[in-house]
């Protein structure tokens, strides 16, 4: 069954690194047809594009975040991971992972959505 | 970087037409993407390109693209429509997606 599937910590303290993982179900990571990325979603509603990632390990990241995440790529386990260091407050989102459209280009439309893990981030 | 504007709300009566909107500037230029979000679920693409359909999206869903604003039509609305819908974008100039602030349609 095509889906995927993020877990996270839930609850973090400032400061911290925030490591979160996307399970993918059904379809190859390192499939050269997608590419892979986070969005996270405020309590706001508020929808910020994170970073994308191609199969070959490329990554693109959202300028604001840049200095601060990371995306990886574990083919043998299937999944995706993100890592966002020295966390906020501003933080606490609900985190999804999404696949692109099939042979599209960055910046095109995500086709597929996890449910999402939130992410609260305290001081 | 690049804005894109939503009006918050739209409301409808069931079985009318709702419409909308995703301003920006020439937006005409780039492609527009839009999302539904039920209420607790994780968004859903309902248009991409401008005005193309995912499969198994009905066809009540339409978009539009002109000038300096991007449209989305969803035709004999119902209950089951009621949802944010968020439009998004590429902004070129600086490498990155660019989210509408999401308007809730509302079923009267």
């Known amino acids: 069954q095509l889906q995927l599937q993020e877990s996270g910590p839930g609850l973090m303290k400032s400061s911290e690194t925030l490591s979160l993982t996307c399970t993918v179900s059904g379809v190859s990571i390192n499939s050269i047809n997608y590419y892979w990325g986070w969005i996270r979603q405020t309590p706001g509603k508020g929808l910020e594009w994170i970073g994308s990632?191609?199969?070959?390990?490329?990554?693109h990241y959202n300028p604001s975040l840049r200095s601060r995440v990371s995306m990886s790529v574990d083919t043998a386990k299937n999944h995706m991971s993100l890592s966002l260091t020295s966390v906020t407050a501003a933080d606490t989102a609900k985190y999804y992972c999404?696949?692109?459209?099939?042979?599209?280009?960055?910046?095109?439309?995500?086709?597929?959505w996890g449910q999402g893990t939130l992410v609260t981030v305290s001081s | 970087s690049y804005v894109v504007t939503q009006a918050p709300s739209v409301s409808v009566a069931p079985g009318k037409t709702a419409t909308i909107t995703c301003g920006g500037d020439n937006i005409r230029s780039k492609t527009v993407n839009w999302y539904q979000q039920r209420p607790g679920q994780a968004p859903v693409l309902v248009i991409y390109y401008d005005g193309d359909r995912p499969s198994g999206i009905p066809d009540r869903f339409s978009g539009s693209n002109s000038g300096n604003t991007a449209t989305l039509t969803i035709s004999r609305v119902d209950a089951g429509d009621e949802a944010d819908y968020f439009c998004q974008v590429w902004d070129s100039d600086t490498d990155q997606y660019v989210f509408g602030s999401g308007t809730t349609v509302t079923v009267l």
């Open positions: 999404a696949r692109g459209l099939e042979m599209a280009a960055l910046g095109d439309a995500f086709d597929l």
């Open positions: 990632m191609f199969y070959n390990g490329r990554a």
